[in-house]
């Protein structure tokens, strides 16, 4: 089975400060991608990566950045952290496009 | 840009049949999934659908009309684990990287 490791379940960070959001899948995908789940709006695409070092923006990029510098490892940065990114946010995999993505268990994140 | 409809909620009781529907608008189709989102949880991949017409997959069917824009998703002998959100996601291969682009969801509650 596919496995999508997101680093926390839970995390409470303040306002302004830089967060870094890790996940790490086991089945050599090359897709690796990051939503933010919010009630009312359903899913929607942060950044994407198709290959190590390659990352192509989402439908909703202001305020994050990512870094693929390994095949397995995704991470999100907050740069610098605000209320509004107050959400639950979804790591997710693919071994190619037309393959369905798996998800990790979510991390939902709180900006006080 | 893309357009995916799908009801809010809709309630049924044990046994029965559910059918939730997904419309769609995009210009380069290339493949619909449904995923099954419990709550506080994961969403995990349920059917695929790239042709038009039905995929059978147990107790939950899913169908295709690429001509209309239209997709279901079809729970039959509902069992209260199936109290749930229903995702319907459109590939689009004119978007970069074949992203998905989801729908809000429908939460489906199961009423013994």
């Known amino acids: 089975d596919v496995k999508v490791t997101q680093s926390s379940r839970y995390l409470v960070k303040r306002t302004g400060e830089k967060v870094f959001l890790e996940c790490v899948q086991d089945?050599?995908?090359?897709?690796m991608f990051w939503y933010r789940q919010d009630p009312g709006l359903g899913l929607r695409l942060i950044y994407f990566s198709y290959d190590v070092k390659m990352k192509e923006k989402g439908d909703i990029p202001e305020g994050y950045s990512v870094s693929r510098e390994k095949k397995e490892r995704f991470s999100l940065i907050l740069e610098s952290a605000s209320t509004n990114q107050t959400s639950m946010y979804l790591c997710a995999s693919s071994l190619v496009s037309n393959q369905p993505q798996h998800f990790g268990d979510g991390t939902r994140l709180s900006i006080l | 840009g893309q357009n995916i409809d799908q009801p809010t909620e809709m309630t049924a009781t044990e046994g029965a049949i559910v059918q939730i529907n997904c419309t769609y608008q995009t210009s380069g189709f290339n493949g619909l999934f449904w995923y099954q989102q419990h709550a506080g949880e994961a969403p995990t991949f349920l059917s695929y659908n790239v042709l038009d017409g039905l995929e059978e997959k147990g107790r939950f069917s899913s169908f295709l009309s690429r001509s209309k824009g239209y997709s279901y998703l079809l729970l039959k002998e509902l069992q209260m684990k199936d109290s749930a959100s229903y995702l319907c996601?459109?590939?689009?291969?004119?978007?970069?990287?074949?992203?998905?682009?989801f729908g809000g969801g429908t939460r489906v509650l199961v009423k013994p």
């Open positions: 996601a459109v590939r689009d291969r004119e978007a970069a990287g074949n992203k998905l682009t």
């Open positions: 089945m050599d995908h090359e897709n």
